[in-house]
Structure formats: C-alpha cells, structure tokens
C-alpha cells in the first residue's frame, strides 16, 4: 500500500504561482511514476504533469511552459510549481503514482482556486 499526502493548495490571484507537494509513502525507485491530475466542477479528471521513474516528464497542453513537475528522491516527493495561474486552473489537484505492475494510488485532494 502508497500512502499519498498533498500539500500546498489554496487561493490565489490570477497571474500568481502556488507550489504543490506530495509525499509518498514508499522510495519513489518503487514508483513507476508520478503525477498530478485535476478536476473542475462537472469536468472529468484530467493528467496535469508526471514524471516518470526515468525522468520522462508529460504535461498537459493547457499547462506547458507554466507548470513544472519535480521530485526530490530523499524526501520521496513529488513537487508541481504552477506559475501564471489563471482561473481555468481552478479545481481539486490529486496527486497519483503508478507501482510497477500498473497499480494505481492517489491523494486525497488539494484544492486549488485561481481568482480572476
């Protein structure tokens, strides 16, 4: 069993950045991969970034050039630095790692709201 914990959500002005955080439970080395999804209210939830265990990383097309997803192996955490926030942004971010033999773990959740 992953135990994911997020931190680092919250409210910020449009043009603001906000560092999110997730610490797993286990070596990242055990981890396949990383990310962060998000979901809006009545959208489906949706890949933001992921890094893999290789170092590949993955954005979503809405968020190149604005986000950026990190790990620190010794802290066995995975970081999302979101910068140039705008309200589209705004949604609960998850955090979710993928165990080699595809099973799937996720946070619980952190809030993000971007004021216009």
């Known amino acids: 069993q992953v135990q994911l914990v997020e931190s680092g959500g919250g409210l910020v002005q449009a043009g603001g950045s906000l560092r999110l955080a997730c610490a797993a439970s286990?070596?990242?080395?055990?981890?396949?991969?990383m990310g962060w999804y998000r979901q809006a209210p009545g959208k489906q939830r949706e890949l933001v970034a992921a890094i893999t265990a290789g170092g590949t990383t993955n954005y979503a097309f809405s968020v190149k050039g604005r986000f950026t997803i990190s790990r620190d192996s010794a802290e066995n955490t995975v970081y999302l630095q979101m910068n140039s926030l705008k309200p589209d942004d705004t949604a609960v971010y998850y955090c979710?790692?993928?165990?080699?033999?595809?099973?799937?773990?996720w946070g619980q959740g952190t809030q993000v709201t971007v004021s216009s």
């Open positions: 979710h790692a993928k165990k080699y033999g595809n099973k799937d773990y």
């Open positions: 286990t070596s990242i080395w055990n981890l396949s991969s």
